[in-house]
C-alpha cells in the first residue's frame, strides 16, 4: 500500500481507524445524530472519500475552544460551558475534510468542506460511541491529538456506514 497512512471511520461501529505502515490505531468516536447523509443542513455525517484539507491548531493547548476554525483563547471548563450552554463546543483540534466524490461529498448542496465537516475534539463528559454531532466525527480531546500529531493535510479519509466486521479491505 503505498497511500498510507490513512483513515476509516465506520458510523456503524463509531470507531475511527488509522492505518500506518507499523500498523492500525483505532479510536472511539461520536458521528451525527441524524445518521448518514450529505445534503447541506441535514446535519448528517457524510460518507465515501475524503481528504483532510487543513490540519488546524497544533499550536493550541488541549481544551482550546475554536469558533470559525480559529481559537477563540478560551480554554474549555465547566464553568464556560455552563456560560454558554447553546455552543457546539470544537476542541483541541480541527481537521477539515474536503470530499473527493464529486455529487456525493463535492460540489453543488453536498460539499462536505462547504459543510464545515471536521474531525475535532469535544468536551470530555461527552460519550464517544454514541451519535450525538451536528455531523462531524467528534474525538476525545487527547485522541484528537494525538491523530493531528500523526498525519498530515492531504490525508485521504474512507467514511462508511457500514461495521469494519462486514466491509474490509479498502481499494486505495
Known sequence: ?????????????????????????EY?????????????GSGCTPRGWHRICAVIGRDQ??????RGRRPTGEIYSSALAAEHPERDWILSR????????SGL????????????????????????GNP???GCVRMRNRDVIDLAERI??????????ASFQRISCINL
Do not use: K
Not at 28 to 40: D, H, K, V, Y
Open 61 to 66: 493547548p488541549i481544551n482550546a475552544v475554536f
Open 1 to 25: 500500500m503505498s497511500d498510507l497512512p490513512f483513515i476509516e471511520i465506520s458510523v456503524e461501529d463509531q470507531i475511527l481507524r488509522l492505518t500506518e505502515r507499523d500498523g492500525i490505531t
Open 94 to 101: 480541527i481537521l477539515w475534510l474536503q470530499g473527493l466524490e
Open 105 to 128: 461529498n463535492r460540489f453543488g448542496n453536498v460539499d462536505s468542506q462547504r459543510r464545515f465537516i471536521y474531525i475535532h475534539g469535544t468536551p470530555d463528559t461527552e460519550p464517544m
Open 152 to 161: 498530515q493535510a492531504g490525508i485521504r479519509v474512507w467514511i462508511q456506514a
Open 132 to 134: 450525538l454531532s451536528h
Open 28 to 40: 472511539p468516536i461520536s458521528t451525527a445524530l441524524n445518521g448518514i447523509g450529505e445534503q447541506e
